[in-house]
């Protein structure tokens, strides 16, 4: 059975702290890993990862996947308020299937 | 990045009652997905909504509970039929590779 956990559930960090989320996968087929931004309803696509190794970035952001380990994480460095969401991973299971993890919850306090 | 335009943003409706979602693409794409979030949970995938023939529905979805049509390349609705309190929750259509979604739905089933 496909299986994501994601960790910590939640996390409460100071603006300007540094914060590392973690996601670990198992899934048939695998095929790329997605990362998620979700404040209301709709998650803003942050990255698409298919190689191991090769960290992706964009500003702030940056992530990173293992597929040997089969782990994936994110940072954001520098946290500002503005980043306050559930972040979400979500490893490709086949052509099309995507099977979301339950997010961290980031919450940073000004 | 495709621009998606769902809606409608929120509805509450009637338990018994139908509620159909539409999902517009700004461009002709050959899949779009239909995911539905409950309160405190990730996104799970009901339907693969096919141009032309029937959608494919995940373990668990039932196409007379949740029909879905696909008229045309850039175009696809999800109906809720015979809603309970159950079926609250926020609805997703979703395109593209790197899976970017539409603004989603809210519904409240009272």
């Known amino acids: 059975e496909d299986k994501v956990v994601q960790s910590p559930l939640s996390l409460v960090v100071h603006e300007g702290d540094t914060v590392t989320l973690n996601c670990s996968y198992e899934?048939?087929?695998?095929?790329?890993l997605l990362w998620y931004k979700q404040e209301k309803k709709a998650p803003t696509f942050l990255f698409m990862l298919t190689s191991s190794g090769i960290e992706k970035k964009s500003g702030r952001l940056s992530s990173i996947l293992d597929k040997k380990e089969l782990f994936s994480i994110l940072n954001i460095t520098a946290t500002q308020t503005g980043d306050s969401a559930v972040y979400l991973c979500a490893p490709q299971s086949g052509t099309y299937k995507y099977i979301f993890g339950t997010g961290t919850r980031l919450k940073v306090l000004a | 990045s495709a621009v998606i335009s769902q809606k409608p943003s929120r509805d509450i409706c009637q338990r018994g009652t139908s509620l159909t979602i539409q999902c517009q693409v700004d461009?002709?794409?050959?899949?779009m997905f239909w995911y539905r979030q409950q309160p405190g949970q990730s996104l799970t995938l009901i339907a693969t909504a096919n141009q032309g023939s029937e959608a494919t529905y995940e373990s668990g979805f039932v196409i007379d509970k949740f029909p879905i049509s696909r008229p045309n390349l850039t175009f696809s609705t999800l109906t809720v039929s015979n809603m309970s309190p159950e079926d609250s929750s926020i609805y997703l259509c979703s395109v593209g590779p790197e899976a970017f979604f539409g603004q989603g739905t809210r519904l409240t089933v009272v």
């Open positions: 461009s002709q794409v050959t899949m």
């Open positions: 899934v048939t087929n695998f095929r790329s």
